[in-house]
């Protein structure tokens, strides 16, 4: 019976068999097939021996059923995989497991996992900037309400703000790659990691192991491989997590409904916005992307906190990563595939936006009035001090800022009333942003092939 919502609810059902029972003994299988296949590459077991276990290697013939029932008897559940596999495979099933212990097989099908993972998560983050840099080239003319401390700033294309965010994602995309590197690493080392159990041959039967399963060797590890890699990528998983979590705030902010700038994609003919209120039509999807960034931010510290095991290893780690890992990994995945869908369907109101533009009677052009103004009078600071007041006195009378500086006799002094007025449109009042637009895009759609075809073996 399901009970935790990435059982049903949350999650590709691609992320969630990267993590599902049958996907581990599979690795687990793989792995210990290749530890067995290496052992045979350096002529310590019979080259038959390797094939026959190899084949046998797979849950066509090693059941999680059957492993469950072993595991209830002997109470380990890593030995249980052995014993199951040695079932089937006798009259070899002694050469199985020689030297490893169990993390040797339980990191390295952890590293298979992540980097399952981390392809999935790319490919995401891949579309994702795609889907960004074209709404930054669809909006670059669409100008908008810039805000800061929620309060009305300066004019601002509307596609600023996905260039902004397409340059983050492709950030990221570039710190998961180099990650890759750090955290898919596997290890054939032993139980305090001097490889002793191995025998003279232990360096070359690791470094086959990990060719043939094709991650990365640790460079060094005690019974386990060190937790700081692991850190790193669910630390990077909140990060990007709570880059999603902004974009979809933003989208729930200029929902709300006196900005109402863009709205979520709604489905009129049968999708119900509240239980009680037939008219709401709320930001759900954004929402559940902010919400789930909490819980994912909150492992970052279960990450950190594993690095800090006893001597050469302890359980403390292992209970919470079971949890931790899989959680992560597939609330992300829920994350990326829902703002996606937010993105893609966005709805946008260029006319609200003009509306709110106008609604600040002219006071967002103050910055402007007051750089011109500073050129052809006594400076920047007076300058700064005249508009200041004209912008109080306008919002005091509820009157435009225009109406205010006309009146005044110190900014009439240097401004005519037809400079004032080219002034105070928005569209001149850009800066460099669309520039900024068309560098970002054009570095994204240059950079992204480049990332996601990047292939990370060993």
Same mark, same amino acid.
């Given at each position: 019976m399901p009970i935790h919502p990435i059982e049903y609810r949350?999650?590709? !059902? +691609?992320?969630?068999?990267?993590?599902?029972? @049958?996907?581990?003994?599979?690795?687990?299988?793989? #792995? *210990? /097939?290749?530890?067995?296949?290496?052992?045979?590459?350096?002529?310590?077991? !019979? +080259?038959?021996?390797?094939?026959?276990?190899? @084949?046998?290697?797979?849950?066509?013939?090693?059941? #999680? *059923? /059957?492993?469950?029932?072993?595991?209830?008897?002997?109470?380990?559940?890593?030995?249980?995989?052995?014993?199951?596999?040695?079932?089937?495979?006798?009259?070899?099933?002694?050469?199985?497991?020689?030297?490893?212990?169990?993390?040797?097989?339980?990191?390295?099908?952890?590293?298979?996992?992540?980097?399952?993972?981390?392809k999935i998560v790319r490919k995401d983050l891949a579309e994702l900037a795609g889907v960004l840099v074209g709404k930054a080239e669809t909006y670059k003319d669409t100008v908008c309400l810039g805000r800061t401390h929620g309060i009305a700033a300066l004019p601002m294309p509307f596609g600023f703000k996905f260039a902004v965010w397409a340059s983050e994602v492709t950030r990221h995309i570039k710190r998961l790659s180099q990650c890759e590197d750090r955290v898919c690493v596997g290890k054939m080392s032993g139980a305090v990691g001097t490889m002793a159990g191995f025998g003279p041959n232990a360096l070359r039967i690791q470094e086959t192991v990990m060719e043939r399963l094709g991650i990365r060797p640790a460079t060094i590890a005690t019974q386990v491989v060190p937790r700081d890699g692991l850190a790193e990528f669910i630390t990077l998983l909140g990060v990007i997590a709570s880059t999603l979590d902004k974009i979809a705030n933003e989208v729930r902010n200029l929902q709300r409904t006196e900005i109402r700038e863009v709205e979520e994609p709604f489905r009129e003919e049968r999708q119900v916005g509240s239980s009680s209120m037939p008219h709401k039509r709320n930001p759900e999807k954004s929402e559940k992307v902010c919400g789930l960034a909490r819980v994912i931010r909150g492992f970052t510290v279960t990450a950190l906190e594993n690095i800090v095991l006893e001597h050469e290893r302890d359980l403390t780690n292992s209970s919470c990563e079971r949890v931790m890992v899989p959680e992560v990994c597939i609330l992300l995945d829920e994350q990326l595939k829902t703002i996606l869908k937010v993105l893609k369907g966005l709805i946008v109101y260029p006319e609200n936006m003009v509306k709110n533009l106008e609604a600040t009677r002219g006071l967002i052009m103050s910055e402007a009035i007051t750089l011109t103004l500073a050129k052809k009078g006594p400076g920047r600071q007076w300058a700064h001090e005249v508009v200041r007041r004209c912008s109080m006195e306008a919002w005091k009378r509820q009157v435009t800022l225009p109406d205010v500086l006309k009146q005044n006799p110190e900014v009439t002094q240097y401004l005519s009333e037809q400079e004032i007025d080219a002034l105070m449109d928005p569209v001149n009042y850009l800066g460099k942003a669309k520039e900024q637009i068309g560098k970002v895009t054009a570095y994204v759609r240059s950079t992204l092939p480049q990332l996601v075809d990047t292939t990370h073996n060993p």
């Open positions: 949350y999650g590709s !059902p +691609e992320m969630r068999k990267v993590f599902s029972r @049958e996907s581990w003994l599979e690795k687990m299988l793989k #792995v *210990e /097939a290749a530890l067995v296949q290496a052992y045979a590459d350096v002529g310590e077991i !019979p +080259e038959d021996a390797a094939r026959y276990i190899s @084949e046998r290697a797979s849950t066509s013939y090693v059941s #999680v *059923e /059957a492993v469950d029932r072993i595991e209830r008897e002997i109470g380990h559940e890593i030995m249980a995989v052995v014993k199951a596999l040695a079932e089937v495979s006798e009259p070899y099933g002694g050469f199985i497991h020689m030297g490893a212990t169990s993390n040797d097989i339980t990191d390295s099908v952890l590293a298979l996992q992540l980097k399952e993972a981390i």
